[in-house]
């Protein structure tokens, strides 16, 4: 089974030449931290930077410099930084390529739900909603289950949702699945975990054609 950063490293290899990618809060930004070294991509934040590099070392942390979710960045040569309009004009044009956010929920139709958590006070969805209704290609990146042991991959979402039939792949600490119409496809078992413990984790409508590969991480 995979951990944070095993999630992280799964969805680099995902990563195209060329790409304009963002990252949300949480698990995808490590994502940065793991690209492969024969890829060129340009990482957005919708704060405001293009360009954005892995986590910096400990005592190298520019204050100045953060992501969305306020952690501390570094900037690779010739990063760009500007105001959040013309990030969200970035986005609302459909000038990115890739969006990897974290979710509370997915349903086998491909809704999230990944703003409101429940009992918490947020102070609400921030680009989230943009980010879903104009990206093209939206990996979500998560646990499978929560910390009940209840799967976050549902037949319909309970929470409220951000966005509607968007998703399109699923990298879990167990599987990477694809959204299909007829719900949830297993493409890859994280190392260690078997069909069967995948199907008791999973709530929604799941497939399972064939033999499914373990993932192979770098």
Not at 112 to 141: C, F, H, Q, T, Y
Not at 158 to 172: D, E, H, N, Q
Request: aromatic share 4%; hydrophobic share 45%.
């Amino acid at each position: 089974m995979l951990d944070k950063i095993g999630i992280a490293k799964r969805i680099a290899q995902e990563l195209q030449d060329g790409w304009y990618v963002n990252l949300g809060i949480g698990i995808p930004t490590l994502i940065a931290n793991y690209v492969p070294d024969n890829v060129n991509v340009e990482f957005q934040s919708e704060n405001g930077i293009l360009g954005m590099g892995p986590f910096p070392f400990e005592g190298e942390e520019d204050a100045d410099l953060i992501n969305a979710g306020k952690q501390t960045i570094t900037a690779m040569p010739g990063a760009c930084i500007f105001d959040s309009a013309t990030s969200f004009a970035m986005i609302r044009g459909q000038h990115i390529q890739l969006t990897v956010l974290g979710a509370m929920e997915v349903a086998d139709n491909g809704d999230i739900a990944n703003w409101k958590i429940p009992g918490r006070m947020v102070k609400g969805m921030g680009g989230a909603m943009d980010l879903v209704a104009s990206a093209e290609n939206i990996i979500v990146a998560m646990m499978h289950t929560n910390k009940r042991g209840k799967s976050k991959l549902l037949r319909q979402c309970t929470l409220p949702l951000t966005g509607v039939k968007c998703v399109k792949r699923i990298v879990t600490n167990m599987a990477v699945l694809d959204v299909t119409p007829d719900g949830f496809k297993l493409i890859e078992r994280a190392p260690g975990v078997s069909i069967e413990d995948i199907q008791a984790a999973t709530e929604g409508r799941l497939i399972v054609e064939g033999d499914v590969p373990e993932m192979v991480l770098a």
